[in-house]
């Protein structure tokens, strides 16, 4: 990128000379030879005069041109506002800024005005942090998004209730820890040259899915109720439960003896994400889920008929 400053630079190296002056302790500064500083607030504008008279054809008098021509060259799009140290290597940061200017700030360099009459008094401005034209600040979706990529959401813990142990053709209410169960939001800041962009991400709880391990799913839209041993089971309910039909008995089990064969369940948190913009914009972005998981013994219980 900077053999392409530079060579554009090369065709203007006279232009440069009386457009930039150089202190005896080697700091560059910009020289307002004409007309001084003009400022509009949130830029300063400084002209750098430069001799010579409109000509004819491609180009301009006062000394070089820009031109393209042929294989495939193409033309920037302008302005082109680059740091004051990145178009003239070596130049330094352009010096203190003119009276009045607004702080902070910083010199650059208009690569599409130099070389022109015009240009060359446009060419090299002061311009205040985050008030460069022609670069925009950085989308806020992107970086809503990058934020969102900073989210950490919590596991669920799972609850299985009434009994550790479940039993056929008896409800076994599922629950996850309702502590989790909130908006989630983190923010992410990124900046270019046209100033800075800070944008938030936000996860919300949608639902759960459970997966009971006897080939069944169990859909919940909350994190589930706890039961309460202290009251009766006709006197409480949930909308967060699963019946199983048959025992777990030739499922793996955790502890290697086979009287302890349990179904694998795992229950799965999807989390809405949307993004928000400081100037009021808001979108979605791909949802996101976390998951933790536990085993389940369901056992027969026999009667005893008299």
């Known amino acids: 990128m900077l053999s392409g400053y530079a060579v554009r630079f090369a065709l203007v190296v006279a232009a440069a000379a009386i457009s930039v002056g150089v202190m005896s302790g080697g700091t ?23 001799g010579g008279q409109s000509g004819s054809g491609g180009g301009n008098g006062g000394g070089a041109t820009l031109t393209g021509s042929g294989g495939g060259s ?21 010096g203190p800024p003119p009276a009045g200017a607004p702080q902070p700030g910083a010199w650059y360099v208009d690569l599409c005005a130099v070389g022109s009459v015009q240009g060359m008094s446009t060419g090299v401005q002061w311009f205040a942090t985050g008030q460069v034209p022609g670069t925009p600040p950085p989308d806020p979706a992107t970086v809503g998004a990058e934020a969102a990529s900073g989210l950490r959401l919590p596991e669920p813990s799972l609850t299985l209730s009434p009994a550790t142990t479940a039993y056929v053709n008896l409800a076994e209410w599922l629950r996850i820890n309702p502590s989790v169960w909130h908006s989630f939001t983190t923010s992410a800041q990124a900046c270019t040259a046209g100033g800075c962009t800070t ?16 080939g069944s799913t169990v859909t919940c839209n909350g994190p589930g109720t706890a039961y309460n041993e202290a009251i009766p089971a006709d006197a409480q309910s949930t909308s967060c439960s699963h019946t199983y ?11 290697g003896n086979p009287n302890d064969a349990a179904f694998p369940v795992t229950a799965t948190v999807t989390w809405t994400v949307a993004w928000s913009g400081p100037d009021g914009s808001a979108g979605a972005l791909p949802s996101l889920t976390t998951q933790a998981s536990t085993s389940l013994k369901v056992a027969q219980i026999e009667s005893v008929n008299n």
């Open 245 to 255: 039909t048959t025992t777990s008995a030739g499922q793996p089990t955790p502890d």
């Open 199 to 214: 944008a938030s991400a936000t996860a919300t709880p949608s639902y759960v899915t459970w997966s009971t391990g006897d």
């Open 28 to 50: 560059a500064f910009a020289v307002a030879t004409t007309g001084g500083c003009s400022d509009s607030g949130s830029t300063v504008t400084c002209g750098v005069g430069v």
């Open 74 to 94: 193409t033309q920037p799009q302008c302005p082109d506002f680059v740091p004051y140290s990145v178009a003239i290597p070596g130049g330094g940061d352009g």
